[in-house]
C-alpha cells in the first residue's frame, strides 16, 4: 500500500459523509459544496506534490517507525535537515496554493505529542508513547490528513478554566468510563477540519494542578457521533458560489475555517495521550507552538512569493516596471518575506534532538520567526496595494464583463501595457486583492497573526526563552559588578 | 429656500432615475438597491448633521457668494479657520458614519476650480472664473452634491495622453461645437457619483503643450445623456444583500466605486472651466490634491475612531481590557490617528489666502499628512486585528445563529466577558472584520492608499514643496562654504 | 530700558561668577570655558534675533503684565496664534544654531506657573498668583533667561518620594522659616542652568497626600549660596577643547548639561508659588511637560532642518544627488521631519484659554507631537546616516590635515565632486557626525527621547487625554448595543 | 609550531613597527598607543579564544590545505555547518568584546579569492589559485591576521575609475615590472589594519573592459614600503587618553579606523591573484560581500548581547525591570536581535559548494542579513536609551567623581536600586552611550550601515538574486496568463 493520490485523498474524505452549518443551510455534500471545494484542493495537492517526480524527492521520506516511505507531512523529524525540509517543502505548498494547505497541524501535533508522551511516561509510568506510535504508525500507512485541534473558545479571558462560569469554555474530560473517556467542549479557527480523517485534541495553555479535567490529549476520527461543525465566514466568501470566477482571485484553491463543537464524545483508552498529568499540558503547548511557528516561516513566506509575483506582473501589465520606486517596493517586500523564510530555516538548521528521539526547533528562533509573521506580511499587502493601484477597490465585477455594453467599456477603459490583455490584468488585479482584502487575506493576514497563537504569546516564550539572566551576568563580568 | 433634510437629499436624487450595471445587472431602482443605499445614507448624514442642533453650527456657514447659509460641504474657504473646521466636520462625519460619506471631493474640486479658473482668466483673459462662481452659487443655493472626477483610466503608465493608442484613455475634448464642447473617455474610482447631482470633471494631470484636447475642466448632471455606470466590486459587498444584517458590520452606512464612462456627452460652454489651457492643468490637479489630502486628515481620524472605539470594546468583552500589552495598543493605535489629524489641522492652520480670496493649504503638510494616511491605517488596522482575536477570520455567519442547534452551539461558545451578550461580541467582531478586511477596508485601506493620489504623488509634490536648496544654503553659510 | 543683546546678555551672565566642576577641575570663568562657550552663544542667539530686522516681529510681543514690549520667550501666550508663533519661533532657532538654545524651558515653566498658580489660589485662598505676576514682570523687563527645574533623581524608581532611604532625591522643604523656606535635593539634565540668570523650581509628578514637602515650586537665582553644578559628559564635547575647531562638527553653538545640587538653599517668600498644595502639583507637571512637548515640535523640526541641508548637500558632494535613492530618503527626512512640525503647529492651532487668561496648548495633540520626537529624530540620523557614507566613522582628523604630508593624502584621496572643496567636505561630514553620533547627538536624539519626559510619559497622557471611553459608546450607541 | 596565544600575537604585531598619522602626531609605538590598544586587545582576543578550553572546539578546526589545525579566522569553510559555526563564533566574541575584533574580514577574503581564482584560472589559463593556496597556508600556519581591503575613495560617485580626474581614486596597478606590479591608491575604513600582519587587497567594484589596470588583487605586508596610514576620528575617541577609564564604556576593548594610502607600492608576482581579468572582478567582491554580510549576522547581534544585557541590568538599577513597557522594550530588543542572528544562521546552513570545493553562503539570504543589520541595530540602540533614562546624555564625568565634593555629591544624588553601588550604575550608563553615541556607536551603528556596503548595494544584490522573473511565470502560470 502505497501514499495516496489526491483523488484517493479526496475519495476517501467524501466516504466520511462530514456535515456542517454552513451559513445557514446543512449542506449533505460537503466535499462538493463550492466554498469546500477550493480548501480541500489545497490538501489534494500535498497528495499529488508526493506523486510528481519533479518535488517527490523532497516530499517522500522514510519513517522511523517502519520500513516503508510516507508523505513528508506525517513525518516524524529524525535530523535538521528534516526540519530545514519541512520548511522547504511548506514554502513550495504555498507557493503553489496561494494558500493555507491544512496539513501542518496535524505534523506538528505529533512531532509534539511524540516527544511529550515520551517524557511523561518516563515520569508518570504511563504509556501513552506507545499508544501514540502505534497510532501514528497507521496514520503514516493510511495516509491520512489530521487536524490538529488545539484552541479553546477561553471565554473571558481574565478567568482560568476553573473558574468559567461554563466549564466546557476549555475543552475538558466530562466523564471518566471504562474502556475510555467523554470529552466536551470546543475547538475554534480549525483550519483543515473538514477536509481531515483524524483529530488530534490538544489542550490550549498550562495547565495547573486542580485543572486535571482540562489535561487532556487524544485523538478522535472527523465523524465521531457528537462532534458538530460551524462553518466560518469569511471575507468574499460568497464569490466562490457565483456564476463567474474571476472576481475570486484564486481560481482553484482557497482557504475555510470551521468552529468544532464536541458533544459528549467518546474517546477510547488507546487514542488518549495525556489525562490529567498537568505538568505535561504546558510542554505540549510549547512545542507544538514552536512547530507550528516554524511552519509560517514556510507558508507565509510561500505566499508571499506568490503575492511579490503578482505584483510585480501588475507593474509591468500597468507600464510602470521600469520606475525606482516600483523596483525598491518589490525589493522590500522580497526583503521582508526572505526574513521570514530565514527565520523558518534557522529555527530548523539548529534544531535539537528530543529524549524521544526526533527532532524539536530552535524554541527562540521560531517564536521569532512567527513574531516577524504578525508583521512582515502586513507590510507586503501594504506595498502590494500601493503598487497594484486603486482598482483593487474599485474595479467592475466578472458579471459586467459579459455584459455587450459594459464589457464593451470595461475592455477599453481598463486596457493598460498592450502586450495584456485586459481581462488578465483583471485576473491579477483579483488575485492580489484576494490576498489583500479579500478571501485569501484571512489566511495570509489575519491568521498570520492568530494562528500558532497571537504575537503577545511569542513575546512570552520570547522573554522565557532569552536566558536575560545570562546576558545581565556577562555584563556584569565585563565591568567588573559583582 | 433652506438647506436640504436627508430626506429631501434622498429624494431628490431618486428624481435623477440613474441607472448602473451592477454585478451583471442593470437595476431600474438604483437608490433602494441594497448595495446602493447604504452609500446614500452616507451622504444623507450631511445633510442630518446641517439641521442637527449639535452640529449646525460646525455644518452650516455664511456663503462667500452672496448673503445665504450654505452646508459647509459646499462651501469656498474664507479663512485658515474656515480650512480647519473642515477638517473638524469631516473627522465627526467619520466617526458617525464609520466609512466615507462623499461629498469632500466636490468641495474640494469646487476651491480649486476657484482660485484656478481666476488666475487663468487673469492671464488668458478667460472668463471661466465668472461662469464657475454662477454655477457654484446655484450648487450652494440648491443644496447640491458634487462628484468631482479626476482619475482617468491612464492605460499604460509609460506613456502620455498623446501616445496612447487610446485618445480616450485620458479624457478629452473629442469636438468643439457652437454653444459647447463633446467630451469623450472615463473617470475611475468614483465613490460618491451615484449619490452625486452633478459632476466636476477635472484633468488627471499636468498636460503639456500638444495636449491641449486633455486639459478640460468643466461640469455636467449625473444623468447627462451618454454617461455610463459600472458599479465596482468590493470585498464582501453582496453581504449587503443577504437576509441577516448582522453580518456586513456596518449596519447603516458603507461605502460604494464606480467607473463612469463619458460617451460622448455634451457640455455647454457655461458649464467649461478649462478648456486647453495646459499652463494651468497641473495648478488645478496640484490644489484639488492638496485639499483632498488635508480632507483625509479628517475623515480618516474619524473612521480610525471608529475602529479604535471597537477595538477598545472587544478588549472589554473578550475580558482583556487591562492586560497592559492591549492598553499599549490601544495608546498606539490613538497616537497614529491623531498625527494623521494634527497634520490635518496643521496644513490647515497654516492654510493661506489665493488671489482669487479663497484659501488654500499649506500644500507641504497637506501632502505630509495624506502620505501619513497611506501609512498609519494599515498598522491601525494590524493593532485591531491583533487585539480582536482570530475569530475575525473564523466566526459563524448570522445565518447560523439563527439555526436552533447551530445557534445554540454558537452562544454558548462565543460567550466571553459575562457583562455582555454574545451577538454584541459578534457585532463588534463584524465591525472590525468589515474595516480590516471587509468592505470598509477598501475605503480605510485601499483609499487611504490611492485616494487623492498614491504616495509617490505625495512624494513628488513633498520633494517639490520642501525647498530643499534653501535649507542646503542655510547650511553652507553655517558652515562657511561658498 | 528695552531687550538686551546678545553681548548684554553674555555679560550680564558673566557678572554672576557662577562655578561648576568640570570634568575634574573647578574653573574661575565659565562663560569663557572652551565648553561652556557655544552653549551660552546659543542663548545669546535668541536675544540677537528679537533685535534683528528680518525676525524682530516674530521674536517680539507685547506683554500682557504691562505696557512694554518682551521676548517672545518670555511672554505668557494670549492666543492660539501666540503658541503658534512660539513654534515657528523654535523652528527658526533649531535652524540657526543645530542646537539646543535652552530658553523654552523658563518659558513653558512660567506660563504653567502662571495658571495653576491661579487655580490653587482660587481653591486655597493662596497668594502664589500676584507674587509670580511680579516675579516674571521683573523676568521680562529685565529680559533674563530662566531655567526651569523640573527632574529630581528619583533614587529607586519603584519607590514614592516618602518612601526613598534619602528624602533628598526628591527636591523638597527642608525646613520652614519665618521670611521663607529651606530647600535640599537637586535636579538633574539641567540644560540651559549655566547660562540662566534665574531657577523656577517645580515638583517631578503628582505628589500625593503625605508628600507635601515635595510639592514645591519656587524661584531661586542660579548664584544663590548652597547651589552647586556639575558638568555633564557628552559623547565627543572635548573636541570642543582642541586646537582645530574642523572636528567638533557645529561651528559655533553647542549644548550642554548639568546636574544642579541645591544643598540647603533659602527661598524667600515672595518667590515661592506652592508651598505643600498636593492637589496642585500633578497639573503643574502635566502642563509644562504638554509646553515642552510642544516646543519639541519647533526645535527639533528646526535641528532636523539643518541635518536635511547637510544630508542633501553631502549628496551634491559626493556626486549621488541625482540617484533616485538618495532623493527618496531626502524625501523621507522631510517627511517625518514635517509631520513632528505639524503636531507642534497642530496642539498650538488647538491651544485653550485657561481660567488665567494665558493659552494651553492642547494636550493630547501635545504629548502626540513628543511622542513622535522620540522616535523619528532616529530615523532621520538613521537616513543621514546611510546618504554620508562611512566617512561619517572614519575620517581623519583636522590636525592630520594640517600635516604636510598626511593633509596630501587626505585632501587626495577625500575628493569627491570637484565643484566642492575636500575641507568643505569635511565639515559637512562632521556636521552630521555631530548630529547622528557626536554632541549634537545628545541633543538631536538622547534630548529627544527624554527631554519633557520619556515615551512612557507620553503614553500614559495620551491614555488619559484619549477619551476612550466616549469612543467606545459611541460604538455601542453605532451597533446598539446597551 | 601550533596556533599563538594572544600575548604571543601582541608581539608579532610590535615587531612590525607600523606608524600611522594619529591627531596630528606620529607616534613611535604604536600597539601601545591608547587609541591602538583596546582595538589590538580586541584582536588578540580571537587568539585567547582558540587556547581557551571552554570555546577552543569552534575556534579550531582542521586546515582543508594541509594536516594541521587553524583558528576558525583563517579557514576555508569545507561545509555548510562550518559557514555556520563561524557565525556562532563571531557573536561570541561579539558578546566578549562588545566591539569590532576585525578578524572577519580576512577570512571574508581569503574564501572569496580562493573560489574566484579557481574559476578564473579555468577560463584564463592563470595560475592565481595555486599561488593563492601557498600564500593561505603560510597565513594559516603562521596564524597570522590579514586585512581585507576592499574600499576605494571612489571620488565623484557618478563617475566610473576611468573617468575620475584623479586615476588613484580607486586603486589600480600604476605600472607592471618584471616580478611584480606597482599599485598605488587607498583604501578607505580599515579596521583592523593597524593589528594586520597582511593585507588582502580587492577591487571594489565590478570593473568593465577598459578598467583592467583597476581589476586588480594582491597581498601585501602591512608594514611594506610605500604605505601610510592615517587614522579615522571616531566619537568621545579620546577618553581613551585620558586618566580615568570610566568614561570610556567600554574597559577593555575598543574599535578604530584608519585610511590606508598605498604610494607606488610594490607586490611581487607570487602575491597577485588577478591582474586585470575585469570579467572576475564583480564576482569577487560579490563573494566577498556575501560573506561579510554574513559575518554581522553574527557579530553585531553578539554586541547587541551586550547592549540588551546592560539595557536589562539598567532596568534593574534604576529600579523598574518589573514595569511592563520595560519588559516590552527588552523583549523587541531580542526579537530583533535574533531575528539578524537567524539571517546569518539561515545564509550559513543553506550554503553551497563551490567550484574550488569551499562553501559560499547563501547570497539572497545573507544579503537580507546584512539589510536587516542596517536598520534593527538602530532600533535596539534606541530602545537602550528609553530604557536607560536621560542620564546617558548629562552624567558627569569619572573625574568629578574623584573631587571630594563632587563625588559625594554624584554618590547621594546618583544613588538609585539600592542594591547596587552607584559606581556600578555609572559603568552601565557609559556602557549603554559607548554603545549608542559613542565610540562603539561607530562600530554598532555607523559600521552596521556602511561596512559590507551600504543598504543600496544590498538591494541591488537581492533584486539580482531573488528571481523575480520565476515568481512571475509562476502567477502567470496559476492564473493562466500566456
Given at each position: 500500500m502505497g501514499l495516496k493520490k489526491g483523488d484517493e485523498y479526496l475519495k476517501s474524505i467524501k466516504s466520511l459523509r462530514l456535515k456542517a452549518h454552513v451559513l445557514g443551510e446543512k449542506p449533505g455534500d460537503l466535499p462538493e459544496h463550492g466554498l469546500v471545494e477550493p480548501s480541500q484542493k489545497a490538501v489534494a495537492f500535498t497528495y499529488d506534490a508526493a506523486q510528481d517526480k519533479e518535488t517527490r524527492d523532497l516530499f517522500c521520506v522514510e519513517s522511523s517507525l517502519g520500513k516503508y516511505v510516507v508523505n513528508r507531512f506525517t513525518h516524524l523529524h529524525q535530523s535538521a535537515d528534516d526540519l530545514v525540509n519541512k520548511v522547504k517543502m511548506q514554502r513550495y505548498c504555498g507557493v503553489q496554493t496561494?494558500?493555507?494547505?491544512?496539513?501542518c497541524v496535524g505534523l506538528d501535533a505529533a512531532n509534539s505529542i511524540f516527544s511529550t508522551t515520551y517524557e511523561c511516561d518516563q515520569k508518570h509510568g504511563t504509556n501513552y508513547h506507545e499508544r501514540f506510535n502505534d497510532y501514528w504508525g497507521w496514520i503514516q500507512q493510511e495516509d491520512l490528513v489530521v487536524d490538529g485541534a488545539m484552541t479553546d473558545p477561553k471565554g473571558d479571558r481574565s478567568k482560568r478554566p476553573v473558574e468559567q462560569p461554563d466549564p466546557d469554555l476549555f475543552l475538558r474530560i466530562k466523564e471518566r468510563r471504562s474502556g475510555g473517556i467523554i470529552i466536551s467542549g470546543a475547538k475554534l479557527h480549525q483550519t483543515g477540519m473538514l477536509n481531515s480523517h483524524e483529530i488530534l485534541v490538544m489542550p490550549t495553555l498550562t495547565m495547573r494542578p486542580g485543572e486535571e479535567s482540562w489535561a487532556v490529549c487524544c485523538a478522535v476520527p472527523?465523524?465521531?457521533?457528537g462532534i458538530h461543525y460551524i462553518y466560518g465566514r469569511q471575507a468574499s466568501d460568497t464569490r466562490k458560489l457565483e456564476t463567474y470566477k474571476l472576481d475570486v482571485g484564486n481560481p482553484v484553491y482557497g482557504g475555510q475555517e470551521v468552529m468544532t463543537v464536541f458533544d459528549d464524545v467518546f474517546v477510547p483508552a488507546e487514542r488518549v495521550f495525556l489525562d490529567g498529568e498537568v505538568d505535561f499540558s504546558g510542554l505540549l503547548v510549547e512545542r507544538f507552538a514552536s512547530y507550528h511557528r516554524q511552519s509560517y516561516g514556510g507558508c507565509k513566506a510561500g505566499v508571499g512569493d506568490v503575492l511579490i509575483g503578482a505584483t510585480a506582473l501588475i507593474a509591468q501589465m500597468n507600464g510602470v516596471d521600469k520606475a525606482s520606486h516600483i523596483t525598491d517596493k518589490l525589493v522590500e517586500m522580497i526583503h521582508l518575506n526572505e526574513t521570514i523564510y530565514s527565520c523558518g530555516i534557522a529555527c530548523s538548521a539548529t534544531g535539537e534532538q528530543t529524549a524521544a528521539g526526533n527532532f524539536q526547533v530552535n524554541m527562540l528562533m521560531a517564536n521569532v520567526c512567527k513574531l516577524n509573521v504578525t508583521r512582515f506580511p502586513y507590510e507586503l499587502a501594504r506595498l502590494a496595494t500601493d503598487v497594484a493601484g486603486g482598482l483593487l477597490g474599485t474595479m467592475p465585477s466578472a458579471a459586467d464583463l459579459e455584459d455587450p455594453l459594459a464589457g464593451k467599456y470595461i475592455r477599453k477603459y481598463l486596457a493598460?501595457?498592450?502586450?495584456?490583455?485586459t481581462v488578465d490584468r483583471m485576473k491579477v488585479l483579483r488575485l492580489i486583492e484576494n490576498l489583500v482584502?479579500?478571501?485569501g487575506a484571512v489566511g495570509y493576514l489575519i491568521e498570520s497573526m492568530?494562528?500558532?497563537?497571537p504575537p503577545t504569546a511569542q513575546r512570552i516564550m520570547i522573554r522565557r526563552q532569552a536566558k536575560l539572566g545570562e546576558k545581565i551576568d556577562k555584563v556584569k563580568a565585563f565591568l567588573g559588578i559583582k
Open positions: 496561494g494558500c493555507c494547505f491544512q496539513r472527523t465523524n465521531s457521533k493598460a501595457n498592450p502586450e495584456y490583455a482584502a479579500g478571501a492568530h494562528g500558532a497563537g
